[in-house]
């Protein structure tokens, strides 16, 4: 079934019901409810209760209601291409912005994993001035993003994004080929 046909997400929607429709894009927009303020420890709208609901309940207004929807529904339009590695718009700016501050303007992304962690890889992000023999490179929003090629099996339909919130900011993989992650989510298996 495709987004489209799964619908928008709409204020009547549990946040429950959310997450069952498009569980992969559930990260992205786990981080997105989070950085509006949703589901944080203590946070009273639980699953069963309607995003509205609970934006309400936080004190929230129709217009970010309205604002947080039509952000939910950008990140489920988002087309994913399993045969890609891909940047967010966002991550790629902020890469550009860090490789100037860097003195590094031109250089690409290296993107890896390497076992680690209590679930079993971390994922590696890098500076790389140039592509080895062995690497396959991927170009998104203007970066170039250099992958080992037998790495490929498991990043392979990966989204890098950069998310801030009150939490800390930084990179955030999004990973289709991930079976599980440790609870501190900071390490995968596949």
């Known amino acids: 079934m495709t ?11 549990t946040i429950d019901d959310i997450f069952a429709k498009h569980p992969d894009k559930g990260q992205r927009l786990s981080q997105e409810l989070t950085n509006a303020g949703l589901h944080c420890v203590g946070c009273q709208a639980a699953t069963w209760e309607t ?11 129709d217009d970010k209601i309205d604002s947080l929807i039509a952000r939910l529904n950008e990140i489920i339009a988002e087309e994913v291409d399993p045969t890609t590695i891909a940047l967010t718009k966002r991550a790629a700016e902020r890469f550009k912005t860090i490789l100037e501050q860097d003195g590094k303007k031109g250089w690409a992304l ?25 690497d396959t490179i991927f170009t998104s ?47 995968q298996s596949y």
């Open 51 to 61: 995003l509205e609901v609970g934006m309400l309940g936080h004190g929230f207004d």
């Open 110 to 134: 290296r993107f890896a994993d390497k076992p680690g962690g209590c679930g079993g890889f971390e994922y590696v992000l890098d500076f790389s001035e140039t592509p080895t023999e062995d």
């Open 3 to 13: 987004e489209k046909e799964k619908g928008p997400i709409t204020r009547d929607m």
């Open 141 to 187: 929003h203007g970066v170039d993003i250099h992958v080992k090629s037998k790495m490929l099996a498991r990043l392979l339909g990966c989204e890098i994004d950069y998310l801030e919130g009150l939490m800390g900011s930084g990179f955030k993989v999004t990973n289709p080929n991930v079976k599980g992650s440790c609870s501190c989510g900071n390490s």
